[in-house]
């Protein structure tokens, strides 16, 4: 059953420490997508890839955040240093290039920054 | 921003009735989609509905697409228990980028 896997599902740490999440696309899949999802902001959209390469991050705040991936089967999203606005859950997608098609999404990872 | 707008935020109902949910979104699209969340899980997509259609059914779901209005419309019938979700809709701009409303919170009693 393929699915998009998500670790860790669950971190807490502390303002100023270092946080990586990091996100396992559906095998075959060439887009891979990150969102944040806050009550107060709903689901915005961090950074994207196709091919592995980086298309569009403006929607990530360039200071701290930071979002890779190394290769087909891994994508990653760092924040350095962590503040608690940074408090959410953060889910990745993944998805195939001809877009007329679904993201399939993981169980995301809920960061609580103290 | 984000491009879809829901309406209602909240919907209450009971089994068995019918749910519809509205969404609007403010520039031109190649594809609408509709995303059923349940709580602390991940997004499931649900149908995609393409600009140049104007209507789509899948199983109790059907979906409404009028770009003239920029708008949409997700009816689920004959709910069930299991139907209590948020629901989003998300619009493809261009070729790549999925931009997800705020969503509706839906809840079914029994």
């Known amino acids: 059953d393929a699915r998009v896997t998500q670790t860790p599902r669950h971190k807490v740490t502390e303002m100023g420490q270092e946080v990586t999440m990091r996100c396992q696309p559906i095998?075959?899949?060439?887009?891979v997508f990150w969102y944040r999802q806050t009550m107060m902001q709903g689901l915005e959209l961090l950074a994207y890839?196709?091919?592995?390469?980086?298309?569009?991050d403006s929607g990530m705040p360039k200071d701290r955040f930071s979002a890779e991936m190394p290769d087909a089967t891994l994508a990653t999203l760092k924040i350095q240093p962590s503040e608690p606005r940074d408090s959410a859950v953060y889910f990745c997608?993944?998805?195939?290039?001809?877009?007329?098609?679904?993201?399939?999404f993981g169980e995301g990872s809920r960061l609580t920054v103290l | 921003s984000q491009q879809g707008e829901e309406d209602p935020q909240a919907l209450s109902i009971q089994e068995g009735e019918n749910a519809t949910m509205n969404c609007s979104y403010k520039?031109?699209?190649?594809?609408l989609q509709w995303y059923r969340q349940n709580s602390g899980r991940g997004l499931v997509h649900l149908i995609l509905?393409?600009?140049?259609?104007r209507e789509k059914h899948s199983g109790r779901l059907r979906v409404t697409l009028d770009t003239s209005k920029k708008s949409s419309s997700l009816l689920i019938t004959a709910s069930r228990a299991a139907d209590t979700a948020s629901y989003f809709c998300?619009?493809?701009?261009?070729?790549?980028?999925?931009?997800f409303g705020q969503g509706t919170r839906l809840t079914i009693n029994p």
């Open positions: 520039t031109s699209i190649n594809n």
């Open positions: 890839f196709r091919n592995r390469a980086p298309l569009d």
């Open positions: 509905i393409r600009s140049n259609e």
């Open positions: 998300a619009t493809a701009q261009g070729a790549q980028k999925l931009v």
């Open positions: 095998l075959g899949h060439n887009t």
């Open positions: 997608a993944s998805g195939l290039v001809q877009f007329t098609g679904e993201l399939f």
